[in-house]
């Protein structure tokens, strides 16, 4: 299991509006389907994204340039872009403990809030804190299972759980964000 960062060359985009996030949606699907892997978590910010992914064999590497290639090969086409669209090889971090996971996946969803683009994660449409939480129908990658049954094996109940235990998070991920002088985005 691993936690993983891909960021932008230089800071800059790599997601210029709604299009391009969708296309790296279904790339990622493509990539999670072809190589079994799991993905439990995912947010898209803009100049970067975050992957909780389990891989079955050891084809991490293989699967995430795979990824990269076909959705820099998109960006370049579409956006008349040349050269690296990623800073560098994606950055990788082992996640060894059901618990380790479970903050992982706190972590990546509450991106935005820390970012200072929105109060709430659930007002980010561009992680997958709506559909584990079951505000929003789950894209067929996305293996919310795991991370619903550390919370209760009764699927409603588990969902709510989660919804706390994320919002536990928040005033944390908020105060980081005031601390960096970032203000915070739309959103009671």
Not at 83 to 101: A, K, N, P, W
Request: proline share 5%; aromatic share 10%; hydrophobic share 40%.
């Amino acid at each position: 299991m691993y936690h993983l960062t891909c960021r932008g060359t230089e800071g800059r985009a790599i997601f210029l509006d709604d299009l391009d996030r969708e296309v790296i949606l279904v790339e990622l699907g493509e990539v999670v389907q072809a190589h079994s892997w799991l993905c439990p978590a995912y947010c898209l910010m803009t100049n970067h994204l975050h992957l909780v992914i389990q891989t079955p064999e050891a084809d991490l590497a293989v699967g995430m340039h795979r990824l990269a290639s076909a959705y820099a090969n998109y960006f370049n086409r579409r956006h008349n872009h040349v050269g690296h669209l990623f800073q560098s090889r994606y950055r990788s971090l082992v996640i060894e403990r059901d618990s380790h996971l479970l903050e992982a996946s706190r972590y990546v969803v509450l991106n935005p809030v820390r970012a200072g683009l929105c109060r709430r994660p659930g007002y980010w449409r561009w992680s997958s804190y709506r559909a584990t939480a079951g505000y929003d129908p789950s894209p067929s990658f996305l293996a919310t299972d795991w991370v619903l049954s550390q919370f209760s094996g009764n699927a409603r109940r588990a969902a709510l759980r989660y919804v706390e235990f994320v919002a536990d998070g928040i005033a944390d991920a908020a105060q980081r964000a005031r601390s960096r002088g970032l203000a915070p985005g739309p959103g009671p």
